[in-house]
């Protein structure tokens, strides 16, 4: 025991002698600092970077040359980078190093599924070793900084940002933040294939009115705390390096201007220490808000607030100093925001080696590495959603037959490298993608594919129906790939209806209309409603927008290489008039009942949604019997057991995620209907069953109560555990008073 005391006591000594270190380095740095390089410091600005190469203006790189550009994001390649680090390192007065950042946010070049997608895996490990991967092939080519995770909770598909979000429950989303922190950033960020994370957008954001994207943001303190602020803590506890802003209003002030988000709760309760940045443009954006007079004003309103660098709206650049000559800001505000900024560098290992991050053999051997590529098929894989698998002559219609003679392949997105990387898809090399055709063909080898396109994903052309009728007549069955492209979802790419855009609905029918079997593959980057297809077509997979190794993940699938195990984690409605909607609502006074008119539901449709949170299906089934709690009242101190039984029914071999929801039936407060408080992710041959255990305790159970104290109450609880958040086997408990 005192040998192990001394080795911790060492440990700490060594740890506290690096943090003097840092901290001796920056005083020493900042005291040799002017105001107009602190001010270039806290300026964020864009390379131009476009496919056909970079472009940067002489100004901006004499903006780098005198000290006024401390950091550069959009700009890429090992060659490219070093250029630009060796103006900031050899030219300048002090050499301070430039922080290169980019979005990373699934994939760098070899491109993983969306975040919504992955997060249907319900894999944490799987997700932090994405983030991981992306990180290394992104700081092969010279990033060191990855705008990524973002974690905005959101229960509004309309909203196209819903494709990058972890979905809508703050529980899960809580434990994918922590997983992506942890994958970008490692154990060490000065290792050159890690980069620091940036957790956006803080806050709220992923609830604006309308679901319109930039648009308002309005709730209350308690929602914002109990559903929105969740997974920014969790990503903050588990050690990001830094935050962003977000464009949005709450309580009436620009979240770049909030010192409220900024300060008192991200520095003073979270004990954040790590640096602030403002979204694109969004301190200037203070101004149409009505909330800064002018620029000057809107950069003086941020610093105020806790935003250490300006991305992009050169406000800092431009207007700082003069502020600080007139006493709107102070220079100590200055210097707490520097301080943050090359505390970051210095943990990047920048100021040891400006070039650590930049080495061409390094890049020419990571990028679209076998490990990445591997990984892209085995996330493609497990994000996949069976949403329907009825039978069809007498049997399920997948997996389809290895013996089929055709398969007609129609839509859209059936032959199709770009959209298959969905949005956000920074520097994704789309000659690599696999496409649907692609798959099929690899995995059905002695099977005739005929393919025809149909139509597209705008306007109400229907010339090529003639065609995809004619491909289909002709096979044994009809694989539909039908959705949305990738600037269909994604930011600035809100919808106001969520059926499938342009005529590719009419195409669907068309194609039923021939009597033979349909599989609808759904490829989107958000909850589409598609009650016309649910009710008619016997298959559907919903495969969002996969990534590189789209194609041959999805014909995995199709053909039962691949058992399909993914659950949704946003949910889907029937129509547009149902959202916002998601699985944890609270009950009415007056809940539901059809036969008693004054009673909460729609005239023309069912108030429950089409397809709900946790919900997916298999190739096989999966039977639930025997819940039992330990007992059946618990203490402040104690903890709960509860197990089930879960069997595998049917054929094949699959993976089960078993949901574990509670629901306080009485507060001081009113309380949701359920929430998700654990899940585990088990496999099991056919006939296989095994006993799956949850543990929760009075802390699993708090909440804010009627004085917003975060506390759990005395009282009695229901515990359900099922296959998806609306098919679960209950029981009953109670917490008792200390």
């Given at each position: 025991?005192?040998?192990?005391?001394?080795?911790?006591?060492?440990?700490?000594?060594?740890?506290?002698?690096?943090?003097?270190?840092?901290?001796?380095?920056?005083?020493?740095?900042?005291?040799?600092?002017?105001?107009?390089?602190?001010?270039?410091?806290?300026?964020?600005?864009?390379?131009?970077?476009?496919?056909?190469?970079?472009?940067?203006?002489?100004?901006?790189?004499?903006?780098?040359?005198?000290?006024?550009?401390?950091?550069?994001?959009?700009?890429?390649?090992?060659?490219?980078?070093?250029?630009?680090?060796?103006?900031?390192?050899?030219?300048?007065?002090?050499?301070?190093?430039?922080?290169?950042?980019?979005?990373?946010?699934?994939?760098?070049?070899?491109?993983?599924?969306?975040?919504?997608?992955?997060?249907?895996?319900?894999?944490?490990?799987?997700?932090?070793?994405?983030?991981?991967?992306?990180?290394?092939?992104?700081?092969?080519?010279?990033?060191?900084?990855?705008?990524?995770?973002?974690?905005?909770?959101?229960?509004?598909?309309?909203?196209?940002?819903?494709?990058?979000?972890?979905?809508?429950?703050?529980?899960?989303?809580?434990?994918?933040?922590?997983?992506?922190?942890?994958?970008?950033?490692?154990?060490?960020?000065?290792?050159?294939?890690?980069?620091?994370?940036?957790?956006?957008?803080?806050?709220?954001?992923?609830?604006?009115?309308?679901?319109?994207?930039?648009?308002?943001?309005?709730?209350?303190?308690?929602?914002?705390?109990?559903?929105?602020?969740?997974?920014?803590?969790?990503?903050?506890?588990?050690?990001?390096?830094?935050?962003?802003?977000?464009?949005?209003?709450?309580?009436?002030?620009?979240?770049?201007?909030?010192?409220?988000?900024?300060?008192?709760?991200?520095?003073?309760?979270?004990?954040?220490?790590?640096?602030?940045?403002?979204?694109?443009?969004?301190?200037?954006?203070?101004?149409?808000?009505?909330?800064?007079?002018?620029?000057?004003?809107?950069?003086?309103?941020?610093?105020?607030?806790?935003?250490?660098?300006?991305?992009?709206?050169?406000?800092?650049?431009?207007?700082?100093?003069?502020?600080?000559?007139?006493g709107k800001v102070t220079e100590d505000q200055i210097n707490q925001a520097v301080r943050k900024i090359l505390g970051m560098k210095y943990d990047l290992g920048l100021?040891?080696?400006?070039?650590?991050?930049?080495?061409?053999?390094?890049?020419?051997?990571?990028?679209?590495?076998?490990?990445?590529?591997?990984?892209?098929?085995?996330?493609?894989?497990?994000?996949?959603?069976?949403?329907?698998?009825?039978?069809?002559?007498?049997?399920?219609?997948?997996?389809?037959?290895?013996?089929?003679?055709?398969?007609?392949?129609?839509?859209?997105?059936?032959?199709?490298?770009?959209?298959?990387?969905?949005?956000?898809?920074?520097?994704?090399?789309?000659?690599?993608?696999?496409?649907?055709?692609?798959?099929?063909?690899?995995?059905?080898?002695?099977?005739?594919?005929?393919?025809?396109?149909?139509?597209?994903?705008?306007?109400?052309?229907?010339?090529?129906?003639?065609?995809?009728?004619?491909?289909?007549?002709?096979?044994?069955?009809?694989?539909?790939?039908?959705?949305?492209?990738?600037?269909?979802?994604?930011?600035?790419?809100?919808?106001?209806?969520?059926?499938?855009?342009?005529?590719?609905?009419?195409?669907?029918?068309?194609?039923?209309?021939?009597?033979?079997?349909?599989?609808?593959?759904?490829?989107?980057?958000?909850?589409?409603?598609?009650?016309?297809?649910?009710?008619?077509?016997?298959?559907?997979?919903?495969?969002?927008?996969?990534?590189?190794?789209?194609?041959?993940?999805?014909?995995?699938?199709?053909?039962?290489?691949?058992?399909?195990?993914?659950?949704?984690?946003?949910?889907?409605?029937?129509?547009?008039?149902?959202?916002?909607?998601?699985?944890?609502?609270?009950?009415?006074?007056?809940?539901?009942?059809?036969?008693?008119?004054?009673?909460?539901?729609?005239?023309?449709?069912?108030?429950?949604?089409?397809?709900?949170?946790?919900?997916?299906?298999?190739?096989?089934?999966?039977?639930?019997?025997?819940?039992?709690?330990?007992?059946?009242?618990?203490?402040?101190?104690?903890?709960?057991?509860?197990?089930?039984?879960?069997?595998?029914?049917?054929?094949?071999?699959?993976?089960?995620?078993?949901?574990?929801?509670?629901?306080?039936?009485?507060?001081?407060?009113?309380?949701?209907?359920?929430?998700?408080?654990?899940?585990?992710?088990?496999?099991?041959?056919?006939?296989?069953?095994?006993?799956?255990?949850?543990?929760?305790?009075?802390?699993?159970?708090?909440?804010?109560?009627?004085?917003?104290?975060?506390?759990?109450?005395?009282?009695?609880?229901?515990?359900?555990?099922?296959?998806?958040?609306?098919?679960?086997?209950?029981?009953?408990?109670?917490?008792?008073?200390?």
């Open positions: 025991m005192f040998a192990l005391g001394l080795v911790f006591f060492f440990f700490s000594c060594k740890q506290q002698s690096k943090v003097n270190e840092k901290e001796r380095f920056i005083d020493s740095l900042m005291a040799e600092m002017t105001v107009e390089e602190k001010i270039g410091q806290m300026t964020l600005l864009t390379s131009g970077w476009s496919q056909t190469g970079p472009t940067m203006s002489e100004n901006y790189q004499e903006l780098i040359r005198q000290g006024k550009c401390g950091n550069v994001f959009n700009a890429l390649t090992v060659e490219y980078n070093r250029k630009l680090q060796k103006m900031a390192v050899e030219e300048t007065r002090l050499g301070i190093p430039l922080l290169f950042g980019y979005d990373v946010i699934h994939g760098f070049k070899t491109i993983f599924p969306i975040p919504l997608a992955e997060s249907c895996s319900w894999n944490p490990d799987l997700m932090k070793k994405s983030a991981m991967l992306a990180s290394m092939e992104a700081a092969a080519s010279g990033v060191n900084w990855t705008f990524n995770p973002m974690v905005d909770i959101t229960r509004d598909p309309r909203w196209g940002r819903i494709a990058e979000s972890p979905g809508e429950d703050p529980y899960l989303g809580s434990i994918i933040a922590r997983a992506k922190v942890k994958g970008h950033q490692g154990e060490d960020l000065s290792d050159p294939l890690t980069l620091a994370a940036c957790v956006k957008h803080m806050a709220a954001y992923g609830d604006p009115r309308a679901g319109r994207d930039y648009n308002t943001v309005d709730m209350s303190e308690r929602k914002l705390k109990s559903v929105y602020l969740p997974p920014y803590k969790a990503a903050v506890d588990a050690g990001a390096a830094s935050v962003m802003t977000s464009f949005n209003e709450l309580f009436g002030v620009p979240a770049s201007g909030s010192k409220y988000l900024l300060t008192d709760i991200l520095r003073d309760q979270w004990n954040f220490d790590g640096m602030v940045v403002s979204d694109y443009t969004s301190i200037q954006e203070m101004i149409p808000h009505g909330y800064a007079r002018n620029e000057k004003h809107s950069g003086e309103l941020a610093l105020k607030a806790g935003v250490d660098m300006d991305m992009q709206g050169e406000t800092y650049l431009n207007h700082l100093e003069q502020s600080l000559e007139e100021f040891e080696d400006p070039y650590r991050y930049l080495d061409e053999e390094r890049e020419e051997k990571l990028v679209h590495s076998d490990s990445l590529m591997q990984h892209a098929l085995r996330s493609a894989k497990e994000s996949v959603v069976l949403l329907k698998n009825d039978a069809y002559q007498g049997s399920k219609l997948l997996p389809l037959a290895k013996d089929l003679s055709s398969i007609a392949l129609i839509g859209p997105l059936a032959d199709n490298q770009t959209d298959m990387l969905g949005t956000w898809h920074a520097s994704g090399t789309d000659s690599l993608v696999t496409t649907v055709k692609a798959g099929l063909q690899n995995e059905f080898p002695d099977t005739r594919i005929s393919y025809a396109r149909g139509c597209g994903f705008t306007g109400d052309d229907k010339s090529g129906f003639q065609e995809a009728v004619a491909a289909a007549r002709q096979s044994d069955v009809i694989v539909m790939a039908v959705g949305e492209n990738y600037q269909q979802s994604g930011e600035a790419a809100s919808r106001a209806d969520l059926g499938l855009p342009g005529v590719q609905l009419d195409l669907v029918k068309e194609l039923f209309a021939t009597g033979k079997p349909v599989v609808v593959l759904v490829m989107a980057g958000r909850p589409l409603a598609i009650p016309w297809i649910d009710k008619n077509v016997p298959a559907i997979l919903n495969t969002w927008h996969l990534g590189t190794r789209a194609g041959d993940a999805i014909a995995d699938i199709l053909s039962g290489e691949t058992n399909p195990s993914g659950k949704l984690t946003a949910t889907f409605p029937r129509d547009v008039g149902q959202v916002p909607i998601f699985y944890s609502v609270k009950n009415t006074g007056r809940p539901f009942d059809k036969d008693n008119k004054y009673t909460s539901k729609y005239l023309d449709m069912p108030n429950e949604p089409l397809y709900p949170f946790g919900y997916g299906l298999s190739y096989t089934t999966f039977e639930y019997s025997d819940m039992k709690l330990n007992k059946q009242e618990i203490g402040f101190n104690d903890s709960l057991t509860i197990k089930v039984k879960v069997r595998n029914s049917g054929k094949y071999q699959g993976e089960e995620i078993v949901q574990l929801y509670t629901r306080d039936m009485v507060g001081s407060v009113t309380r949701p209907v359920k929430e998700l408080k654990g899940f585990k992710k088990i496999l099991l041959e056919p006939g296989q069953q095994k006993l799956v255990e949850f543990t929760i305790s009075a802390d699993d159970l708090r909440f804010y109560d009627a004085k917003m104290n975060y506390t759990a109450e005395a009282g009695k609880f229901k515990a359900f555990v099922g296959t998806s958040s609306s098919n679960v086997m209950e029981a009953g408990f109670e917490l008792m008073k200390e």
